[in-house]
Every structure is written in C-alpha cells, then in structure tokens.
C-alpha cells in the first residue's frame, strides 16, 4: 500500500484528530465528516479506514447512555486512529527494508548482465567483422558479374549472324578484337588452311591408291578371264580335231 501524502503529514494529521477527541466543544458529527476525509486523503482508494471511522456511532436514543456511548466512541476512534499511526510507521520501515532489497536486486541483476554483456562484445566484434569480409566478397563477386556481363555484352555486340555475315562485317568484326585476339585468330585460320591442305593431300593419296587398287585387281581379274577363254579355245580346238578325224575316216 502506498500512501497519497509523505508518512510525517500523514501521522500529524491522524494525531490532529487523535487531540480534537478531547476537545471542549467536541461535535461528533464534525469530528467524524472531518475525519473520513483526512483517511481518504492519506491512504489510496480501496482502503477500508475511513470506513471503519464513518462507522462509529457516537449518539443514541436512550438519554441514559448518550454519555457513555459518546465516550465509547471516542475511545473506539482513538483506538483506530492510533492503530493507524502504527501501521504508518511499520508500513514505513518495511517500505524502506523493501526498497533497499529492491535496491540490491537491481544492482546484483545490473552487474549480472554487464557482465553477460562483456561476453557478448567480443562475439558481437567477431560479427561485425565478418560481415565487413561478406561484405567486401560481395563486392568482389559483384565486380566480377559485372564484368561478366560486360564481356558478354562485348561478345554480343561482336558476333554476327551468318544470315547477315558480309564479308565486310566479318573483317570488320576482326579488326575490332584485341591484338592477341587477332593473332590467335589468325593463327587459327592458319592452322584450319594447313590442315585443310594436309587433309586434302592424305584424301587425294588415299583415292589415288583406292583407284590403283581397283585398277590392279581388275587387270588381275581381266588375265583370270583371258586364261579361262584360252584354256576353253584350247579344249574347243581339241574337240574340233577329234570331230574332223572322224569324217575323214
């Protein structure tokens, strides 16, 4: 429970109206009214004390005892209000003892996350610069795409369809490439017409052969055939002979 007004002012007034109990001119109505609006002022709304004041009956109608109930009353209301004034000061001190522990739990939990946190830092640095290495990579590989592209952008712009090639673009085209290109390049060319050359002389051995071969086999197959015809016009020519004796006989 926290008090609306600093402890002091709080047990000054209760003990203000502890004294008016035993004033001369004591009016019970006045006392009570005042009273209720003093706890009111002092302790935060859902406290029961001005209750338990406005409670009080200080009058009643038995003539006999109007005096004995005013004088009860009084004693029933100086009874709470120094019941009051004590837990004031109790509830002060505990309110002190619990701010001091308050006090120390902060500290204790502040010392505990520096020193989480003088864990974290160096790790934290660790992260920062690898990022700043991911970073530069990123640069790096960025840089290389870009010239990427632009290689390929040149490489585009330098190649032609061969439904447009002209003769004039392609030595145009050639021109346009990098002297080391250009050597290559030509380099190429030379060694495609050198071995277009060397492969056309091997061709041209190789049909010659081809055609030799086809003629010595059908020289060779042509003596088969002749050998055969002469043989057949010998055997022919014997067999004519034969045929003659007979008519002559």
């Known amino acids: 429970m926290k008090l609306l007004v600093p402890k002091e002012k709080a047990i000054k007034i209760i003990s203000q109206r502890v004294l008016d109990l035993n004033s001369m001119n004591f009016n019970p109505k006045a006392w009570q009214d005042r009273t209720v609006l003093d706890l009111q002022e002092i302790f935060p709304i859902g406290s029961t004390q001005w209750l338990q004041v406005s409670q009080i009956r200080?009058?009643?109608?038995?003539?006999?005892?109007?005096s004995k109930v005013l004088n009860e009353a009084k004693e029933t209301a100086r009874q709470l209000l120094l019941t009051y004034i004590d837990f004031i000061e109790n509830y002060s001190e505990t309110?002190?003892?619990?701010?001091?522990?308050?006090?120390?739990?902060?500290?204790?939990?502040?010392?505990?996350?520096?020193?989480?946190?003088?864990?974290?830092?160096?790790?934290?640095?660790?992260?920062?610069?690898?990022?700043?290495?991911?970073?530069?990579?990123?640069?790096?590989?960025?840089?290389?795409?870009?010239?990427?592209?632009?290689?390929?952008?040149?490489?585009q712009d330098n190649t032609i369809p061969f439904d447009k090639l002209t003769f004039s673009k392609l030595i145009k085209a050639i021109f346009n490439m990098p002297v080391a290109q250009i050597i290559v390049f030509f380099g190429i060319i030379i060694s495609l017409i050198g071995g277009s050359f060397a492969l056309g002389k091997t061709f041209q051995e190789n049909a010659s052969n081809a055609e030799q071969y086809e003629i010595k086999k059908e020289r060779d197959d042509l003596r088969k055939e002749t050998l055969s015809l002469e043989n057949e016009i010998r055997r022919l020519k014997q067999i004519n002979k034969g045929s003659d004796s007979l008519l002559i006989k």
Do not use: A, H, M
Request: glycine share 2%; net charge negative.
């Open 58 to 66: 200080f009058d009643t109608y038995v003539s006999s005892e109007k």
């Open 95 to 155: 309110s002190t003892q619990k701010t001091i522990i308050v006090d120390d739990n902060y500290q204790l939990k502040y010392i505990n996350l520096l020193s989480e946190w003088n864990k974290l830092v160096p790790g934290y640095n660790q992260l920062l610069e690898n990022e700043k290495v991911l970073r530069n990579e990123i640069l790096s590989k960025e840089k290389e795409i870009e010239n990427t592209n632009q290689e390929i952008q040149r490489i």
